[in-house]
């Protein structure tokens, strides 16, 4: 008896350890499967890049709804990306249904060429300037901060400005 209730006590041991260290795992998964979403955003914009003269597209930065006939990210970029479903992050179960991407554009990288990006005065470093981010924080289970697109086609879980010092 002492020792089926030292396994059933060891069985249950492993399973606290478990059961938080898979729902962690799924998470990851879950941010991994997003930050590669936004990879393919950034592919599908060096493909529109080619069609439009090495200029960025001049998109709103959000939606409040599908219905809505503003251009957009999901809109201006499907023909590239032949998928909606590319612009619906994993860990989104809300947003993309309701706005038709789960992801938000900085708008204030309208119209820009490629060759002289700016954001708020800085210029010069493409690496520092974010393109596309998450709407929200739907990664809050793996840490704060958001999945962000930035202007050299790398992905990061946190927001970085890089600055040209002279």
């Known amino acids: 008896m002492v020792e089926i209730l030292v396994v059933v006590a060891i069985l249950g041991i492993l399973a606290g350890i478990g059961v938080p ?25 060096n493909q529109y890049f080619a069609d439009h003269g ?5 998109l709103v930065a959000g939606r ?3 219905g809505q006939d503003d251009p957009a990210l999901d809109t201006v970029l499907l023909e590239y990306l032949g998928d909606e479903e590319a612009f619906h992050c994993p860990a989104d179960h809300e947003i993309f249904e309701k706005t038709g991407s789960s992801y938000f554009w900085n708008s204030l990288v309208n119209g820009q060429k490629t060759s002289n990006l700016q954001l708020l005065g ?18 809050e289970d793996v840490g704060d901060g958001v999945n962000v697109l930035y202007g050299d086609g790398h992905v990061l879980r946190e927001v970085q400005f890089v600055v040209e010092r002279k």
Request: aromatic share 6%.
């Open 21 to 45: 260290t898979f729902r962690m795992m799924k998470a990851n998964a879950r941010s991994t499967l997003c930050s590669g979403k936004l990879r393919e955003i950034g592919i599908a914009l």
């Open 54 to 58: 090495m200029t960025y597209p001049t």
């Open 64 to 66: 409040e709804s599908r």
């Open 122 to 139: 800085m210029k010069g470093h493409p690496s520092g300037i974010p393109l596309v981010s998450d709407k929200e924080n739907f990664h």
